[in-house]
């Protein structure tokens, strides 16, 4: 699998989109980007997927760049439920390997009023 | 829909005793998987299944027995509870084919070993 490198922390003020980075240096051609977050002693959520192109849903928007070796998480109006760890996973789609996530240390995401 | 549900959401062991965490999903999801949280730590993959009658070890298999009987299910025995068992555990299940990494997590099991 190819290994996410995220920032330990981010800070955000309310009512402003918090974008989060991910570095996928080694992310091979049939790897998909996804990310979930997890607010303080609930279960792991699901946010959005991606392969190459950009992906928005009612949650957020994903942004892959061109050579698909990093993508940013962006919450277009960060509230103070937003805070939350944000794990970006690379992971391929199918095969033996579905299902089966690494989740790392993620971002700790801290929202302000 | 409920989800995935998990009992119990806390439960105290003491070393040496055995007990099952009960994990269900009522949305006709084919694979089901456990992951543990330890402080500090991201998740961790214990078992999974992808489907009824079929079992799999993960990352962190030693000390847990998974069966999946039906669809619905999918309990995690421990045997003889140890205190590194102490942790949260975490019950998820996917659609199959291109949508199995897109995970529904239940709310957690808090377990203490004493």
């Known amino acids: 699998d190819a290994k996410t490198t995220q920032p330990p922390s981010m800070d955000c003020a309310e009512g402003r989109a918090a974008n989060l980075p991910c570095n996928h240096s080694?992310?091979?051609?049939?790897?998909?980007v996804y990310w979930y977050r997890q607010i303080h002693s609930q279960g792991p959520q699901y946010i959005i997927h991606?392969?190459?192109n950009n992906e928005t849903n009612e949650m957020a928007s994903l942004i892959i760049t061109e050579d698909r070796k990093s993508s940013t998480l962006i919450l277009p109006h960060a509230t103070l439920r937003d805070t939350a760890v944000y794990y970006c996973?690379?992971?391929?789609?199918?095969?033996?390997?579905?299902?089966?996530?690494?989740f790392g240390q993620g971002t700790i995401l801290t929202v302000h009023p | 829909n409920a989800g995935v549900t998990q009992t119990p959401k806390f439960q105290v062991l003491k070393t040496g005793q055995s007990m099952t965490l009960q994990c269900a999903q009522d949305?006709?999801?084919?694979?089901m998987s456990w992951y543990r949280q330890d402080p500090g730590m991201g998740l961790r993959l214990i078992h999974y299944?992808?489907?009824?009658?079929?079992?799999d070890q993960g990352e962190v298999p030693n000390g847990y027995n998974v069966s999946r009987s039906t669809t619905e299910d999918f309990p995690l025995r421990l045997l003889s509870a140890a205190p590194s068992q102490t942790s949260v555990y975490f019950c998820?299940?996917?659609?199959?084919?291109?949508?199995?990494?897109?995970?529904?997590f239940g709310a957690g099991s808090r377990l203490t070993v004493l």
């Open positions: 998820a299940s996917s659609p199959p084919s291109s949508g199995a990494n897109v995970l529904t």
């Open positions: 080694t992310i091979s051609g049939n790897e998909y």
């Open positions: 991606g392969l190459k």
């Open positions: 996973i690379v992971r391929d789609a199918g095969g033996t390997s579905y299902g089966k996530l690494t």
């Open positions: 949305m006709n999801h084919e694979y």
């Open positions: 299944s992808v489907g009824a009658g079929i079992t």
